[in-house]
């Protein structure tokens, strides 16, 4: 009669040896791949053990194999969203280029986990096949990450650090390298203010993720809790005018593009008539007919950095880590005097 499987949870060398009729010395040499292990199991035996550790998916918790200094040098790189890249010119390009050089520098194999199933839309780091521990600490890459999803990993003391700022889980810190965008806004902000501008909106949900939360928290502490935010910019150019707007900041450069078509429809001049600031790099791509005054992401040193504090934690180096960035400005062609 074959060995009951184990309950449903993290499998652990015990069993594995019960359900391979072994002792849990033979698993960890197996494991561990020792150069005397030939010598004492049989190649039948080794068979048997390496079956079972490929039908449960067992990986070797890495905090164990930490507590006796034996890191597999892997990351792992887990993507909420179907964000690997197939041109350069795609948005989460240079993070993953980041993420590569300092996993190169560190002397690391990266391991993009691809078998999440998408649920609801979106995928889910934990489900049935979870592989995570087979990485020593993972880099997590999305717009949106569920803090259900945060909250367990810092729960079970996973190591992983987020690319882009994160909420606290539960009260818990998140360890992240962001942008800040909270300044960066402010400081577009007062760069208009500078060239007389007085009347300023802001076009971009502003909410969800935290990088639109942090947009336009930035932006309404440097133009005021009163300034006008519309959640989108496409067909909004008559209330714009209307409300007086000469400097619009727009969240997503797609919208920013469809604005400066709009206006140039009605004969208006960008910035002449009306400045505008892209808060980012475009998402996707986008075919602009001007180089838009704004900041860009430092999305490679972010993906660096990531990876750099990834491996401070797994060597022990202090508490979860919290970084932000300063943003890139970029002077481009949509900033001008306000019109008198």
């Keep these: 009669m074959p060995p009951t499987p184990p309950p449903p949870g993290r499998l652990t060398q015990r069993d594995i040896a019960r359900l391979a009729g072994v002792s849990q010395t033979t698993v960890s040499l197996v494991l561990n791949n020792r150069l005397d292990a030939a010598a004492r199991i049989a190649p039948e035996t080794r068979d048997r053990v390496?079956?079972?550790?490929?039908?449960?998916?067992?990986?070797?918790?890495?905090?164990?194999?930490?507590?006796?200094?034996?890191?597999?040098?892997?990351?792992?790189?887990?993507?909420?969203?179907?964000?690997?890249?197939?041109?350069?010119?795609?948005?989460?390009?240079?993070?993953?280029?980041?993420?590569?050089?300092?996993?190169?520098?560190?002397?690391?194999?990266?391991?993009?986990?691809?078998?999440?199933?998408?649920?609801?839309?979106?995928?889910?780091?934990?489900?049935?096949?979870?592989?995570?521990?087979?990485?020593?600490?993972?880099?997590?890459?999305?717009?949106?990450?569920?803090?259900?999803?945060?909250s367990r990993l810092v729960a079970e003391g996973y190591p992983f650090v987020c690319v882009g700022r994160r909420d606290d889980a539960d009260g818990q810190p998140v360890p992240y390298v962001g942008a800040d965008y909270v300044t960066s806004t402010a400081h577009l902000v007062e760069r208009a203010r500078a060239l007389g501008h007085r009347r300023f909106a802001f076009a971009g949900p502003g909410a969800g993720a935290e990088s639109s939360a942090d947009r336009l928290a930035g932006f309404r502490s440097a133009a005021g809790a009163d300034a006008l935010h519309l959640p989108e910019a496409a067909g909004q150019l008559d209330r714009l005018l209307a409300e007086g707007v000469t400097a619009v900041f727009v969240e997503f450069q797609t919208d920013a593009v469809a604005l400066v078509a709009e206006a140039t429809d009605r004969g208006l001049e960008i910035p002449r008539d009306l400045s505008l600031l892209a808060l980012g790099d475009p998402t996707t791509p986008v075919d602009s007919p001007v180089d838009f005054t704004g900041f860009r992401i430092p999305r490679q040193e972010m993906g660096r950095?990531?990876?750099?504090?990834?491996?401070?934690?797994?060597?022990?180096?202090?508490?979860?880590?919290?970084?932000?960035?300063?943003?890139?400005?970029?002077?481009?062609?949509?900033?001008?005097?306000?019109p008198r």
Aim: aromatic letters at 8%; a neutral charge.
């Design 50 to 150: 390496l079956r079972v550790i490929r039908e449960t998916g067992y990986a070797a918790d890495p905090l164990a194999r930490r507590m006796l200094k034996q890191l597999n040098q892997i990351l792992g790189v887990f993507t909420y969203e179907p964000v690997f890249p197939s041109t350069s010119a795609d948005f989460y390009y240079p993070f993953l280029r980041g993420i590569e050089e300092s996993a190169e520098r560190g002397g690391c194999d990266l391991l993009l986990f691809t078998s999440a199933p998408v649920r609801d839309g979106r995928r889910r780091i934990f489900h049935e096949n979870n592989r995570l521990r087979v990485a020593d600490g993972c880099v997590l890459l999305g717009r949106e990450i569920p803090s259900a999803e945060l």
């Design 305 to 338: 950095q990531a990876v750099d504090l990834l491996t401070g934690m797994l060597h022990g180096q202090g508490p979860a880590p919290r970084l932000l960035l300063d943003c890139l400005f970029t002077e481009g062609a949509t900033l001008g005097p306000a």
